[in-house]
């Protein structure tokens, strides 16, 4: 018995520590989206961006962005073509220094964002 | 005045502004304008991914296909014809894309951006 109310908590426990991880990236994501300069050319709400060939990101799947992000990490560290890589001289020059936590974060709270982005309408 | 208009080195200074202003007429055919109506003949081939809720690409992570609707004309210009030139590598979109003429890319930017 003992036992397992120790195995309860400490589960409830990981479960406090995750939500309150999970809270803290978006944070982090949005402190990031704008350290890293991303706002100069998406805006600030990332949807009005500067030039309209970039794209609304607000609101766009969490884990399509994490996958863009890579892509053109591995597009500006010539990577081949067949690991799936996207080739763009400013994305792969603003991608390059973000590290596997900044994009995760990034994706998070882009996801969480008013859009006018949908899947079918 | 009117007299001086029509003279010899008037007129072929008239044809030398023709000439000039050809090449732009030829310039603007070649960005075709978008019809998002002459689109809904074109789109069977996105939304058996992009119009099906929850569907996932597998390579080389597994990830939701992006959302399209509502997205800017001009950014899904940029990324058919990055995925024609390669500048942009998946198996399936660069073969999509590649099948596209640049009025097929233009209706159908014109039609996924007016889905707001």
């Known amino acids: ?121 | 005045m009117t007299l001086r208009l029509l003279h010899p080195r008037a007129t072929a200074a008239l044809t030398l502004l023709l000439s000039l202003a050809a090449p732009l007429g030829v310039q603007a055919q070649d960005t075709p304008i978008g019809d998002a109506e002459a689109a809904r003949s074109k789109i069977s081939m996105c939304i058996g991914c992009h119009g099906i809720k929850g569907y996932k690409a597998s390579f080389p992570e597994v990830y939701h296909v992006p959302m399209i609707a509502g997205q800017n004309a001009e950014y899904l210009v940029a990324a058919l014809n990055d995925y024609a030139s390669g500048a942009r590598s998946f198996p399936t979109m660069e073969a999509i894309a590649q099948t596209l003429s640049a009025q097929d890319i233009a209706d159908l930017a014109a039609y996924y951006s007016s889905l707001r």
């Open chain 1, 1 to 121: 018995m003992k036992t397992l109310l120790i195995a309860l908590s400490g589960g409830a426990l990981l479960c406090a520590g995750m939500a309150g991880a999970r809270a803290a990236d978006v944070e982090a994501g949005k402190a990031a989206f704008e350290k890293f300069t991303c706002v100069t050319c998406h805006g600030a709400d990332a949807k009005t961006a500067t030039d309209p060939s970039y794209p609304t990101l607000a609101g766009q799947h969490k884990d399509y962005l994490v996958h863009a992000l890579r892509a053109y990490q591995r597009g500006q560290q010539g990577a081949p073509a067949s690991s799936n890589i996207r080739r763009n001289p400013i994305m792969g020059a603003m991608a390059a220094p973000l590290s596997a936590a900044d994009i995760e974060n990034i994706a998070a709270w882009l996801e969480t964002l008013p859009s006018p982005l949908a899947v079918r309408k």
